[in-house]
């Protein structure tokens, strides 16, 4: 067999199933809750609920070794069922290389963000699947050792997915590492208005904001600025 085809059998072997929870070095896995006890992306989240959904998104982000922002933040008049129909949401970063992983194919980079990198996450609650327009979150950065700073467009998980395959897998094989790789990310966040970019942040410490817009079930959900700090080796 050759390399390639090892990476993405490496690929699809190293990601656990959708009923497993992710596993990342150094980070203990949080147990993915049972079908009943998990948030429903297409109901409404109630006013005594929304603590819990915080605290399922925090150990989500967690769960994959990133680091959540120093506080939450909301869309109003999104949702119905909560108090000013406010959608919860937590956004995250992780410093590259990421993941690690003990898999190792010569030649082969099988980091999705790599060293120098930073990935930002957005992580709402209670929103229904993606339509069609998936932009709209954006994350402004400063790397305040270097001095140097961005705006990124975020989007949507789908396309990290692709990001996250070298480009030396065949083409025939490519569904199947990105089917895997789905699964691994399902495990522990939901999918509706999730978004996630890569930045070339370079090392240092860097602060982020991230914000912008989420269209669920064709209303635009505008969620406030939140704030974090990433260090990057």
């Given at each position: 067999m050759s390399a390639v085809a090892t990476c993405s059998v490496a690929l699809a072997l190293a990601a656990p199933t959708s009923g497993a929870a992710p596993t990342v070095p150094g980070v203990t896995p949080v147990?993915?809750?049972?079908?009943?006890?998990?948030p429903t992306q297409t109901g409404t989240a109630a006013p005594?609920?929304?603590?819990?959904?915080?605290?399922?998104?925090?150990?989500?982000?967690?769960?994959?070794g990133m680091q959540p922002f120093l506080y939450p933040t909301a869309a109003p008049f999104?949702?119905?069922?909560?108090?000013?129909?406010l959608a919860p949401a937590v956004a995250g970063a992780v410093p590259g290389p990421w993941p690690k992983t003990s898999i190792t194919i010569p030649g082969l980079d099988l980091?999705?963000?790599?060293?120098?990198?930073t990935m930002f996450t957005f992580v709402p609650y209670g929103l229904g699947q993606d339509g069609?327009?998936?932009?709209?979150?954006?994350?402004?950065?400063?790397?305040?050792?270097?001095?140097?700073?961005?705006?990124?467009?975020?989007?949507p998980l789908s396309t990290v997915f692709g990001a996250m395959i070298p480009a030396e897998v065949p083409a025939a094989l490519r569904p199947m590492a990105e089917r895997a790789i789905q699964n691994f990310f399902v495990a522990a966040l939901p999918m509706g208005g999730v978004r996630a970019v890569p930045v070339d942040t370079g090392q240092g410490t860097v602060l982020?904001?991230?914000?912008?817009?989420?269209e669920n079930g064709g209303k635009s959900c505008f969620f406030l600025p939140t704030v974090g700090i990433t260090e990057v080796p």
């Open positions: 147990p993915p809750a049972a079908a009943s006890e998990r005594g609920d929304l603590f819990g959904v915080y605290n399922t998104a925090i150990d989500g982000l967690r769960a994959f999104c949702l119905g069922g909560t108090s000013l129909g980091a999705a963000v790599k060293a120098g990198q069609s327009d998936t932009t709209g979150m954006q994350v402004a950065w400063m790397n305040v050792t270097s001095g140097r700073g961005g705006l990124a467009a975020m989007g982020a904001a991230v914000f912008g817009t989420v």
